[in-house]
């Protein structure tokens, strides 16, 4: 209940005070508005920046696991490989 009362006091007291240093309220918002845009803005080039990159690092991982030569190169080997065991396993298998 406390906490109530206080906040309404406050509340009125907020706006008595904006009516009677209206020009001075006008002076205070001008000088913080500029600021506040600029330091808004920096944040959100920055987050911007932030999630180009990942996306980017996301794109290039992509693109590294699924062309690399060398190791599909690799299991088509192994795979002819257990082809022809396969083969000569059902080749044994018939002449027995």
């Known amino acids: 209940m406390k906490t109530l009362i206080g906040g309404a006091i406050a509340a009125i007291l907020g706006i008595i005070g904006v009516v009677i240093f209206w020009s001075s309220f006008l002076t205070v918002l001008m000088g ?20 180009l990159k990942d996306e980017w690092r996301s794109k290039d991982k992509d693109f590294e696991t699924s062309f690399k030569v060398e190791e599909v190169e690799k299991y088509k080997k192994e795979v002819e490989e257990l082809k022809k065991e396969v083969e000569r396993l059902k080749s044994k298998k018939e002449g027995e």
Do not use: K, S, W
């Open 32 to 51: 913080a508005i500029p600021p506040t845009l600029l330091l808004g803005g920096a944040l959100a080039i920055y987050l911007g920046f932030d999630e």
